[in-house]
């Protein structure tokens, strides 16, 4: 038996103190929060595949045939009674516009961000950081209405056509994924110690050497994660893409002819087709390539993030 | 300490006046009825123009609208998650629907006509050359009395009721080369004032001077032609309903088929009305014409 005291102390000493019950409050938010957010994506990605895959389930469209079949018009039946639901035209306008503006846009880039933190801090800080970020702020719509009323009159007066096309794509996307690149190439300049460049200026380097044989090879995994980070971005830019690349679901020719990628067929056909349906569910498979394009890029992000570390 | 619970008590008292108060607005705007109308971008101008006279005239009653497209407007009406699916096209022409379980409301007529570049030089086309342009026949304009310049065409986007219609009444039913897409027709007489040698085709009300409409086979794209069928490519537009429409959708409806909104609101958003038409056109293309009208 015990007495009453001891009995009060041992109910004073089990309960949880004020600073006890705070944390298990926190905890229980953050989880909270934390299982929320992988729940969304555990749908949005189940959501997707589930629709995406119908198309070669209760559609029996043939996989291979979705891949490199060079005719999109879900509405229409070919010769052998099989829907024309050939992706290969988008898949490669898509690939096409995001590498060429990759490969546009990364010299600025690296210049730009050369400039900024090596050439000259000071004007790089007050100028040219308030630019970039200004240019991260515009809205895609934007950049589209400028592509239509400015790229595609200059580029069929010079190129002729009719001006929509890859090019005046590759254009819009350079500008829209540049201060993409250019602030995270900043950041890898930024991480590369600065005994580094101390130790190759005192063995005589010049600063161009130091900056072109030392720093950009230090700083390469973070160069590169920068530039694959940008086309991540252009891959899956809709809007200003839709308005200038003439959305022509046709194997791209030339770069002035009209051509399509995934997202502005998505964006212009799902209005006008209805839930459940083959046309819908084509666009759903569209849809399904896009994500998994997008956790591609992701991985190969990561993959060069950990090579980096290794060195 | 006792501060505290007074600041839980007064937040506690909030969330219940809240509470009462967000119960109470349910209450009444259940009372005040609303209804939804979802679907075609070409009807959009119309069903909103005509929602707002309407909830004007009574007070306390809602009409949404909002586009989103054909399919769009005839998936939800299908499931039933809107009162009312707005479409440019009889709901059997679209795939996957069944349009046994709709019914279908004509409030207006739309006509739609080929434009071109005005640098062109072509004002009249017959069938034929319209047909062979349109799939890629005709690769220049002087093939066709026109000037020396490239084709270009400029499609709406597959599924679009505009260009369902113009394929199956302009073109008898030939499918258009694969060509440049465009999915609002603003944009589609923007791209064809500007781009040399562009072809494409509007509904009547897009018609400005910054393009030229084409006549076919000598007749021109008027609207008396229309209502005589002369001018072949023209369509309804629908409101369409699950089963037959109740309460606020029934007089919603009727009200946009009065004659107070079909004199007014549809002749001034360039539309036709279907009782000015002389003929009428099944689902399956079929004329008939009306008698005494």
């Keep these: 038996m015990k007495t009453k005291t001891t009995q009060q102390l041992e109910q004073q000493l089990k309960r949880h103190s004020k600073a006890a019950k705070l944390e298990i409050w926190g905890r229980t938010i953050s989880l909270t929060a934390l299982l929320l957010i992988v729940a969304v994506v555990v749908a949005i990605i189940g959501f997707v595949a589930s629709k995406g895959i119908a198309t070669f389930t209760s559609n029996h469209v043939n996989l291979w045939d979705f891949l490199t079949g060079k005719s999109w018009n879900p509405n229409i039946t070919d010769a052998n009674g099989k829907p024309e639901v050939g992706a290969l035209p988008m898949i490669v306008g898509s690939f096409l516009i995001t590498i060429l503006s990759a490969i546009v846009a990364t010299p600025f880039a690296i210049g730009t961000a050369v400039f900024m933190n090596e050439i000259s801090p000071n004007k790089g800080a007050k100028i040219l950081q308030p630019v970039t970020e200004l240019l991260v702020g515009i809205p895609s719509v934007v950049y589209g209405f400028i592509g239509l009323s400015v790229v595609v009159p200059t580029t069929r007066a010079i190129f002729g056509g009719s001006g929509f096309g890859i090019l005046s794509g590759t254009c819009v996307l350079f500008v829209m994924i540049l201060p993409t690149v250019t602030s995270m190439s900043a950041d890898a300049l930024k991480s590369v110690p600065r005994y580094y460049r101390e130790a190759s200026l005192a063995l005589g380097a010049t600063q161009w050497q130091t900056i072109y044989k030392v720093v950009l090879r230090a700083a390469t995994p973070g160069l590169m994660t920068a530039v694959v980070f940008g086309m991540a971005r252009a891959f899956g830019e809709a809007l200003a893409v839709q308005m200038v690349i003439g959305n022509a679901a046709l194997m791209p020719n030339s770069l002035v002819s009209p051509s399509s990628t995934l997202t502005s067929v998505l964006t212009t056909g799902i209005g006008n087709t209805v839930m459940g349906s083959l046309q819908n569910n084509a666009l759903w498979s569209l849809a399904l390539v896009l994500l998994l394009m997008s956790l591609v890029f992701n991985l190969i992000i990561r993959l060069i993030g950990r090579k980096g570390r290794l060195q | ?293």
């Design chain 2, 1 to 293: 300490m006792s501060k505290k619970r007074w600041w839980q008590g007064l937040g506690l008292l909030i969330v219940v006046v809240l509470g009462v108060y967000a119960y109470q607005t349910r209450q009444v705007s259940h009372a005040g009825e609303s209804i939804t109308a979802v679907g075609s971008t070409a009807l959009q101008p119309l069903v909103e123009a005509a929602g707002e006279q309407y909830t004007g005239e009574h007070l306390g009653t809602f009409i949404n609208v909002q586009g989103g497209g054909t399919g769009t407007g005839l998936s939800q009406i299908q499931e039933g998650a809107v009162q009312i699916g707005n479409s440019d096209l009889f709901a059997g022409e679209q795939k996957g629907i069944q349009a046994a379980d709709l019914v279908d409301h004509r409030v207006a007529v739309v006509g739609i006509t080929p434009i071109v570049n005005r640098k062109v030089g072509v004002t009249n086309l017959s069938t034929a050359q319209l047909i062979r342009v349109f799939t890629g026949k005709v690769t220049n304009w002087k093939q066709v009395g026109g000037a020396d310049l490239p084709v270009v065409l400029i499609n709406r986007a597959q599924g679009s009721g505009t260009r369902a219609t113009f394929e199956q009444f302009g073109l008898a039913k030939h499918r258009s080369k694969t060509a440049q897409e465009q999915d609002s027709s603003g944009m589609v007489r923007s791209i064809v004032a500007t781009t040399p040698g562009a072809i494409s085709y509007v509904a009547f009300s897009y018609v400005d001077k910054t393009v030229q409409d084409l006549s076919l086979d000598n007749v021109s794209p008027t609207e008396d032609n229309v209502t005589t069928n002369r001018w072949k490519i023209w369509s309804y537009e629908h409101l369409y309903t699950k089963g037959q429409p109740t309460g606020l959708t029934k007089k919603f409806i009727a009200y946009v088929e009065s004659p107070a909104v079909q004199k007014t609101l549809v002749r001034q958003l360039g539309y036709l009305s279907p009782s000015q038409m002389t003929v009428e056109r099944d689902a399956a293309g079929k004329i008939t014409p009306l008698g005494g009208a």
